[in-house]
């Protein structure tokens, strides 16, 4: 009974508090909290065209010298790794048989000289007898083709002594080209023919040297007008160094593969800083976009249907779908967007379309 009459007290004061709450609910006005974003304008600029890509460093000449007689090796006149220049002796191979066989050569030549010198003047003398009725005619014929016969002779050992010569220089290796050595293969009193597996030695070239690289094929256009004004300038970071080259070669094919295309850039190299083999990063300077739409690169958001960015008006964000052309110092490159456009720098990575924004301050620098 006591349990019946707190339950009818207590039903008055419940439906009293329901009643209050209900009337602070109504007085409560219906608001929706922005969100808090920091914006940006898209401008126009003169942009450079700066493509970046991996390049390799390579020889422009490289050669495998190797013996092209056979015989032995009689002096090494360099040592492995040095620097020579072009036309200066690398290896002597044996030469007393190859130089003997000139020397026969040359001799025989005088031989036939003088034996042709004899023949024109039994043939001159031929030719006065005749004159006088003295000789036939048969022996003026003999006479003559002694002499054109000796001629032969000379015109023949005047070729065996070219040939000679050809293989006593084959006993004298040079260098082709200025460039360093590499290991040594052979070594005096070693016997060296030209059918041997290993070269004598490896001569690089190392001043001027190539990169070689590969861009994507739509920026191939770009390189071509750039190439079209002018040399193109490549360069290339190694360390704390940045070496200055020039683009001499593009190829004549789109890798279908890979939709690159390969390019060379020269560079000169006195110090050896470029050494054949290496891999550094390439940047090539193709021009300047000339009135590009520019961005912060952080406005540029990816989805599932591209790049946009968040477009802020009237204190909404809306998304704006947008073309990302290219990347250069932390600045996107984009189409889609005009110019002056205010779209979301920081803060749209909760946004959805039509969300109301409120643009925040710039956060405080800390006094140092």
């Known amino acids: 009974m006591t349990d019946k009459k707190n339950t009818l007290v207590l039903l008055p004061l419940l439906c009293a508090l329901a009643l209050t709450a209900c009337q602070r609910t109504a007085d409560k006005p219906n608001t929706v909290r922005a969100t808090q974003v920091r914006t940006t304008q898209a401008t126009t600029a003169d942009v450079p065209v700066v493509l970046t890509a991996q390049g390799h460093v390579l020889s422009l000449n490289q050669v495998d010298l190797r013996p092209q007689d056979a015989g032995i090796l009689r002096t090494i006149h360099f040592k492995e790794g040095d620097d020579v220049k072009a036309g200066q002796l690398l290896f002597s191979i044996d030469d007393r048989e190859a130089a003997s066989s000139l020397q026969k050569m040359d001799a025989n030549i005088v031989q036939y000289q003088a034996q042709l010198s004899q023949a024109n003047r039994d043939l001159a003398r031929s030719q006065e007898l005749a004159a006088k009725g003295f000789v036939s005619a048969t022996a003026i014929d003999a006479a003559q083709a002694k002499v054109d016969t000796l001629k032969a002779q000379i015109a023949a050992a005047r070729a065996d002594s070219t040939g000679a010569r050809v293989t006593l220089s084959y006993r004298r290796i040079v260098a082709p080209f200025a460039g360093r050595t590499g290991a040594l293969n052979a070594y005096p009193g070693s016997l060296v023919q030209p059918g041997s597996t290993q070269p004598l030695v490896t001569l690089t070239q ?163």
Do not use: C
């Not at 040297?209 to 004004?229: C, G, H, K, M, Y």
């Not at 390019?263 to 193709?286: C, I, Q, R, T």
């Not at 739409?293 to 406005?299: K, N, R, S």
């Open 206 to 368: 190392l001043d001027p040297i190539s990169v070689r690289f590969s861009v994507p094929e739509n920026d191939l256009t770009a390189v071509r007008v750039a190439q079209a004004n002018g040399p193109v300038n490549v360069s290339v970071q190694l360390g704390q160094d940045k070496l200055s080259g020039k683009l001499t070669f593009i190829d004549n094919t789109i890798d279908s593969t890979s939709g690159t295309i390969a390019m060379k850039a020269e560079f000169a190299n006195p110090k050896h800083l470029l050494w054949p083999g290496m891999y550094m990063p390439v940047s090539v300077d193709a021009g300047v976009t000339r009135d590009a739409v520019v961005l912060p690169a952080q406005a540029v958001q990816s989805g599932p249907s591209g790049r946009f960015v968040y477009r802020v008006a009237d204190g909404k964000a809306a998304s704006q779908p947008v073309q990302l052309v290219r990347v250069f110092d932390e600045r996107a490159i984009v189409t889609g967007v005009q110019p002056g456009t205010k779209v979301v720098l920081e803060g749209g990575q909760n946004l959805r379309t039509g969300m109301t924004v409120q643009e925040a301050s710039a956060p405080a620098r800390q006094a140092k």
